[in-house]
């Protein structure tokens, strides 16, 4: 039996939610249900199976990215429409608690696992990192999982869905 399960966010218990980034933290004990309620962003939780406590939390979100974004090589066999259909993970923490668990692998495993098999068209799955300093460390995570940077946002990440659903299939 695995460790941890992932389910839509619910009534769990978000008050002793900790990241190590208050911005984080902040919108996952106060904000979240409100961009799930109106339809903003779908919220999905990791669980300690044995306690039931939120190791942690991704949320996901349609969105778009400019054609000239995409790198050259990757643009040429895309359709000319300004801009580029994706699934944004908008939003991404671990709790301290869980640190060298694997977690935030297997929160993006699941997103991406997620996303690969929705009936949505989108050529890619996106990650934003914000230039700061925990940011730079969450954009060398998406790096490692095989994200690309856009060519005029290097800390905006994108994984193209054909990768994806090779590293959910394979």
């Known amino acids: 039996m695995t460790r ?4 839509a966010l619910a009534k769990h218990e978000r008050a002793a939610f900790l990241s190590g980034n208050d911005r984080v933290d902040l919108y996952f004990r106060e904000t979240v249900s409100q961009d799930v309620k109106r ?18 939390f991704y949320t996901l979100s349609a969105h778009s990215i400019p054609l000239n974004d995409v790198a ?5 066999k895309l359709p000319r429409y300004p801009s580029v259909p994706v699934v ?4 991404m923490g671990r709790d301290l608690a869980f640190r060298g668990a ?15 098999k929705a009936p949505v068209g989108a050529y890619a799955i ?14 060398a995570f998406y790096r490692d999982h095989q994200f690309q940077p856009l060519v005029s946002r290097p ?16």
């Open 102 to 116: 694997g977690v935030g692998s297997l929160l993006l495993y699941d997103a991406i696992s997620r996303v690969a």
């Open 72 to 76: 050259p090589e990757l643009a040429k």
């Open 126 to 139: 996106c990650a934003d990192a914000i230039a700061d300093a925990i940011d730079q460390l969450a954009a």
């Open 88 to 91: 944004l993970i908008g939003w």
């Open 4 to 7: 941890f399960v992932s389910e």
């Open 155 to 170: 800390q905006s990440l994108f994984l193209p869905m054909k990768t994806a659903l090779a590293l959910v299939s394979g």
């Open 39 to 56: 339809k903003y962003a779908a919220c999905y939780v990791l669980i300690e199976r044995g306690t039931g406590k939120v190791a942690g």
